[in-house]
């Protein structure tokens, strides 16, 4: 086992590394890593077996990191797009992937090509959490669509995995779909509150020791035990599990350190994962039934994210977002493989050539994936120049007037909202853009006359209707918003606009101020600033000594910043 692993993870690292320099995702010299460990040069020592048990605690271990981060409540705000959308192209990819698999194959059944096709639309949730967070997209509306999206595909794989034993194995339906509705629905109350209990006493019993790998300990029961749980009492799948656990926890006060704690193990686990993938691979079974591998290919970089794309548009959601989301879709990955497999090893219904084509084309589909991920911006921007696709503001807003200064403030979050209700003391106009519908109604019939547009600040035309052109400033109050984007449509709108960032981390100051920012406000800073200047009033400094003591402090934040700033 430990000459497997070591032997995986070594070449993992090797052509993750030259992946990276190549500026390539490095789940491509994972996979690679995969291809070269299952060669027969390594002897006898290296086990598929092994690997493909560990990367299934990656898979789980993700799967937990993802519900950290996407709340109950993310996913209720995303469910006009993210449901419709995935129902329509889950049915469009099978069907054209059973009519592949029906016409390019002899001997083929209606049946078995349904199966086909089945296995074939879902994408990868590890491939495309990864491919979002490293173009920095996870956190915005676009990611949590495409999160959402995957929700409701890997819902429908299980209750795909809840019907083959009632086609297959003899089970009446009718009692079938209601004791797995009954099933689901206790999983979800379950984790939901009396996992929510027993989760918060656990975390809090714990974190009050000293011993920081108790809590891990604790944060890899909770994430494994709670899937297992859902698996063998629930019949649903691990991942699910995982997924509902991570919720839970997110929304508890230990959300940030569980996440980093459960971060390093993810990612190790999460490694060996695409590595199993690629030891599966049988390159030679692929080229002997190559032209089903391309009919599947090409509908999975194509007839998959053109559907998406439609139907994200039709739903009248911006063109950046169906971009975003129907090119992270472009792929399949670990459900696909679970189906697969059970089909052809426990029904015996699915022949191995189409296991190994489903294999091939979630390789050569993540390959391209990740790859082309990154003229993802290139296109978006495209598109936006000729008027395409942009979001239409809320309302019309009045043009700056000439004695009055204009501020526009990204995002009406609580920073966002302290800065509008001073400016608005001062008699400064300020224009508000933000994604949120809610918020943009709130504040349009609320009695407080907020100037608001529902849209994207990386778009010039929300810009412009903001009236950048004249404005004074635009102040970006969301540390996880797009700020070199921003900045860069700013700029080209208004060369003397003035452009003030938030971000947590003053390590990210440098970066950001080289993308475009006038000023960067860190939170850490922000913090430590306010403890000194309480206790030092307490103690009975005075004004001038407070100014001098902050502009020191300023000094060594910088002097800092400029040291530790990522290259």
Known sequence: MIYTLAIGLALALLLGIIAQKLKLSPIIGYLLAGILAAQSWWGTGVDGEIVAEFSHIGVVLLLFGVGLQFHFEDLLAVQKVAVPGSVVCMVVRALTGALGYYVLVPDATWMVSILFGACMCVSSTVVLTRVLADNKVLQTPAGHTALGWLVVEDIFTIILLVLLPVFFAGQALGPALGWMTIKLTLLVLCVAYLGRLIIEKTLTYVSRSTSDELFTLAVLVIALGIAVLSSKVFNASLEFGAFLSGMVVGQSKFSARAAGDALPMRDAFAVLFFVSVGMGFDLAG????????????????????????????????????????????????????????????????????????????????????????????????????????????????????????????????????????????????????????????????????????????????????????????????????????????????????????????RNNAKAMLSDGADTVFSGEEEVALSMMELLLTTLGATDEQLKRERATAREIFNKSAARHAPV
């Open 286 to 505: 692929l080229l002997e039934y190559w032209e089903l591998a391309l009919c599947a290919l090409l509908l999975t970089l194509i007839v998959k994210p053109v559907a998406a794309y439609i139907v994200i548009r039709l739903l009248k959601r911006p063109s950046r977002m169906a971009l975003i989301v129907s090119t992270s879709l472009s792929q399949v990955g670990e459900f696909s493989f679970i189906l697969a497999s059970l089909i052809a090893n426990q029904y015996k219904i699915l022949p191995d050539f189409a296991v190994n084509v489903i294999t091939g084309v979630a390789i050569i589909s993540i390959t391209f994936n990740a790859a082309l991920y990154r003229f993802v911006p290139r296109l978006v921007r495209f598109f936006e120049d000729r008027g395409i696709g942009v979001m239409n503001a809320s309302s019309e807003l009045p043009a700056p007037t000439e004695d009055r200064h204009r501020v526009i403030i990204v995002g009406y979050g609580p920073c966002g909202e302290i800065l509008q209700r001073i400016f608005q003391k001062y008699d400064i106009e300020v224009v508000v853009i933000e994604m949120n519908i809610d918020t943009v109604n709130r504040l349009s019939k609320g009695k407080d006359k907020v100037l608001v547009l529902h849209g994207d600040a990386r778009q010039r035309t929300i810009l412009k209707l903001a009236g950048a052109e004249k404005a004074e400033a635009i102040i970006i109050t969301a540390a996880a918003a797009p700020a070199k984007e921003i900045a860069a449509a700013a700029r080209e709108i208004n060369s003397n606009i003035s452009i003030m960032a938030y971000t947590t981390y």
